[in-house]
């Protein structure tokens, strides 16, 4: 790859067309009402325009290479020039939708530790042969630096890899949370009965009133209902885990991390396929990510924080799907051994459970009283047994939480975990916290106690870690270990 400027592929023009069109779509419809010949006129104009605007655009964004840096220029009437120094670089990221494949391309984007920046610095569509040109260059860039006793070292390093199976998809699919799922699976349930019922004529609920008595569910056949309600659930359970099981195959499916010259490479997908190159010492810190199942079995979801990966709608940073303390001694701690704590952690004082259970016992209380009297048509049983269930659940999170609040400190790195039903631990580089902040109500200083909140270093400017209801003293620790 040389000097000289490479532009977009010429499909880039084309999808800028069809955007622009799209936006006037709503403008066109109620132009066509008119019927002038010149309101013909100008909606040929704005295509026209559209058409040059998209030449033009693609004429005026282009890049090139001079030595270790990144130009980039962009703007139609007013130009833009960023030079990218490939040391700034945090993540490549190289993907490729259905039509891209078809075409030989791929989308690449490039972000830096400017995380004031609201989008990617760097985005083009290019030929994938010249997409891994480029991502070889500013990957190599560091390696080239090296005295030639570094890369004499590195010749007996292993460069590891590992590519995830079909059965640890399938192991992550069916144990994480699936709050979401549930929710949305409900309201399908539910616009499905509406529209039968709208092709039936007829009302499922008046069907039910007319030929079932809810007093004698309730009182002769408590246990039939039951068992129904219960098989109604292990069905719903099933679908879930199956469609769950699909969307994860194909969102997943081949998933390869890779570890050479100090860089980690990501790639996954079915159809969408996505690649990520993050520099190791771009990695600010490690989540682990326990959902109560995984919790049980000792499993988690590894992800990364660092600036690029994750950024994007509906994406999360994945280091790898499903992990544990194998792949963490085989894989992880030989590539990020800097990320190992041995030290002890500290618990919140036995006298905060209360603290953790009392606010997720009462709000459910305060909303659920009212509704209790508000509802009518429904038997007070089942009321009852709706909001006992719902507050054992949420004194259950508040105990769990308590359980897995923690938070440990050495000179390298921080080490926080919260969490109730879906517990997650941080892993943070000393060097990447930005801020730590003591927080404290009367009721905790009275108790000494306080709650610390660690800003980090990462996509999101507003990106931190909470720990609550911790000792006060601790903060001592806490500043005592910072790097300044």
């Not at 056949?221 to 199956?242: A, D, E, H, P």
């Not at 509704?371 to 007070?380: A, D």
């Not at 004194?395 to 000179?411: E, F, H, P, R």
């Not at 790195?413 to 631990?425: D, L």
Request: charge should be positive.
């Amino acid at each position: 790859m040389t000097s000289k400027p490479i532009r977009n592929h010429w499909t880039v023009i084309i999808q800028d067309i069809f955007t622009s069109l799209k936006n006037l779509f709503i403008f066109f419809i109620l132009m066509f009402s008119i019927r002038k010949a010149a309101v013909y006129i100008g909606m040929g104009i704005l295509i026209i325009g559209s058409v040059i605007k998209a030449i033009k655009k693609w004429k005026d964004t282009e890049f090139y290479i001079e030595e270790n840096l990144l130009v980039y220029k962009t703007g139609i009437l007013r130009s833009t020039k960023q030079e990218i120094p490939f040391n700034k670089i945090d993540t490549i990221d190289v993907g490729k939708s259905l039509v891209d494949r078809i075409f030989n391309i791929c989308t690449v984007k490039i972000n830096t530790g400017n995380v004031t920046e609201k989008e990617t610095e760097f985005n083009m569509k290019l030929k994938y042969s010249l997409a891994e040109e480029l991502r070889e260059i500013i990957l190599s860039s560091k390696t080239g630096n090296e005295s030639d006793l570094d890369l004499l070292d590195k010749k007996d390093e292993k460069n590891l890899e590992k590519v995830i199976s079909i059965k640890e998809i399938v192991i992550y699919a069916v144990t994480k949370g699936k709050l979401a799922w549930a929710i949305g699976g409900f309201f399908a349930v539910m616009n499905l009965a509406d529209d039968f019922e709208k092709f039936a004529k007829t009302s499922i609920i008046k069907s039910l009133e007319e030929t079932i008595s809810m007093n004698s569910i309730v009182f002769e056949n408590r246990t039939k209902v039951l068992f129904m309600i219960i098989g109604v659930l292990i069905l719903v359970y099933i679908i879930i885990n199956l469609l769950s099981i699909i969307f994860e195959i194909v969102k997943f499916y081949g998933f390869t991390i890779k570890v050479k010259n100090d860089n980690f490479s990501i790639s996954y997908g079915l159809i969408n396929k996505k690649e990520y190159s993050i520099p190791i010492e771009k990695i600010h810190g490690l989540k682990y990510k326990q959902g109560l199942l995984q919790q049980w079995l000792g499993i988690y979801t590894l992800e990364t924080v660092t600036i690029g990966y994750g950024d994007e709608k509906n994406e999360k940073a994945i280091l790898y799907p499903i992990a544990n303390n194998k792949f963490k001694e085989e894989f992880l701690d030989k590539m990020l051994p800097e990320m190992i704590f041995s030290n002890k952690v500290e618990k919140p004082p036995k006298s905060s459970i209360k603290r953790f259970m009392l606010m997720r016992i009462l709000i459910p209380l305060i909303i659920l009283i009212p509704l209790y009297f508000i509802i009518e048509g429904i038997p007070s049983e089942f009321k009852l047994v709706v909001i006992a269930v719902i507050v054992l659940l949420s004194a259950i999170a508040g105990y769990l939480n308590y359980k897995n609040t923690s938070l440990g400190v050495t000179d390298k790195i921080i080490v926080t975990s919260a969490g109730g039903f879906t517990k997650t631990t941080n892993y943070i580089r000393q060097s990447s916290i930005q801020s730590i902040e003591k927080i404290q109500n009367p009721l905790q200083r009275k108790a000494m106690i306080c709650d610390y909140k660690l800003d980090i270093q990462s996509n999101n400017l507003a990106d931190s870690v909470k720990v609550r209801h911790m000792e006060e003293e601790l903060i001592d620790s806490l500043y005592e270990n910072l790097i300044v």
